[in-house]
């Protein structure tokens, strides 16, 4: 493994993050308390999804135009990350949910929508394993990824914002950066969102290495 | 390609950290509330520095997770240099 720079500043990030986010000040916020410093993990979860599906989208589009197995790799495996950061973001939220909104499912509009955008990339996956030629598996699933990530904008970012919903920045809530997210926390929340990102991009150039490697010894043993 | 991606989001987080510092004039009152004795915050915690426990469990979490991280790295490392020669 090459101790690259940028896996060296993701490790460090991560720690900065766990130990500011817990030993920093934080606003005094009724209902919030603590909670309020979820917001340099939950949050970051999505905005890491939305890198690296958006990596996933492009290399899709990069392999309509080239074929090659980097390219598909590279949409399969920024696919599952992002989709992974996705799970996880909903599971934190609902968890966070639970204690501050009162429930763990509020049928919030941004839950509802990021679970459906959720539920389509899902589709994604199975509709991957549902080919077993190479090419045509590629191919096939590329065209998807793009109307997949092309729902996924108006699921995330516009619907929320129509109607009423109890998320920050949302059915004409506050947004978090313009009342309650002071200095104090954004030096900690946006060193979080890079950190968390660059995790995710590590786990999926693993994984596409390991994806291209297997191809390749497969092909040399065929 | 994706590193690209990395120097922009760095690059657009330290411009709009310098324009945030500049705004703090016209942030509303209510925000920098960090001395408001009336909203319960785990200050006991803190006191009891049972804070630090949260952090050393957090930060265990955390290195067992990189350490598989790159246990996996390395492994595939290994495969792609088998296959090299």
Redo the contacts between chains.
């Keep these: 493994m090459k101790f690259t720079w940028w896996k060296i500043l993701t490790v460090l990030l991560l720690l900065y993050t766990v130990i500011a986010g817990l030993l920093n000040d934080v606003p005094h916020l009724a209902i919030l308390n603590e909670t309020i410093r979820n917001i340099y993990f939950h949050v970051p979860m999505w905005f890491g999804m939305i890198i690296i599906l958006t990596v996933s989208v492009v290399y899709s589009i990069r392999y309509l135009r080239t074929p090659s197995i980097k390219n598909d790799a590279i949409a399969e495996s920024a696919a599952k990350v992002g989709v992974l950061f996705g799970i996880l973001g909903i599971i934190t939220g609902m968890e966070w949910a639970r204690f501050t909104w009162g429930e763990f499912w509020s049928n919030d509009p941004k839950q509802n929508a990021s679970a459906i955008g959720l539920l389509i990339y899902f589709a994604y996956l199975v509709l991957r394993s549902s080919f077993a030629e190479q090419q045509q598996r590629a191919r096939i699933s590329a065209v998807y990824n793009i109307f997949a990530f092309a729902a996924l904008i108006p699921l995330l970012f516009i619907l929320p914002r129509l109607t009423d919903s109890l998320h920050p920045g949302n059915g004409g809530n506050p947004g978090f950066s313009s009342y309650d997210l002071d200095d104090n926390m954004r030096m900690v929340f946006y060193p979080a969102v890079i950190a968390w990102t660059m995790l995710g991009i590590w786990i999926v150039n693993v994984k596409t290495r390991l994806e291209i490697i297997s191809y390749k010894l497969h092909e040399q043993h065929a | 390609m994706?590193?690209y991606?990395?120097i922009l989001?760095?690059l657009v987080?330290a411009t709009?950290?310098t324009f945030?510092?500049t705004t703090?004039a016209t942030?509303?009152q209510?925000?920098?509330?960090?001395?408001?004795a009336e909203?319960?915050?785990?200050d006991i915690l803190r006191r009891d520095g049972k804070?630090y426990v949260?952090?050393a469990v957090?930060?265990t979490v955390?290195a067992g997770l990189?350490f598989y991280?790159?246990r996996?790295?390395?492994k595939?490392?290994k495969?792609?240099q088998q296959?090299k020669s």
Excluded: H, Y
Excluded at chain 2, 30 to 36: I, R
């Design positions: 994706l590193k991606l990395l989001l760095l987080t709009s950290v945030s510092q703090e942030s509303v209510a925000t920098t509330n960090t001395g408001n909203i319960e915050m785990a804070i949260v952090v957090l930060v955390l990189i991280l790159i996996l790295d390395r595939v490392s495969l792609e296959f």
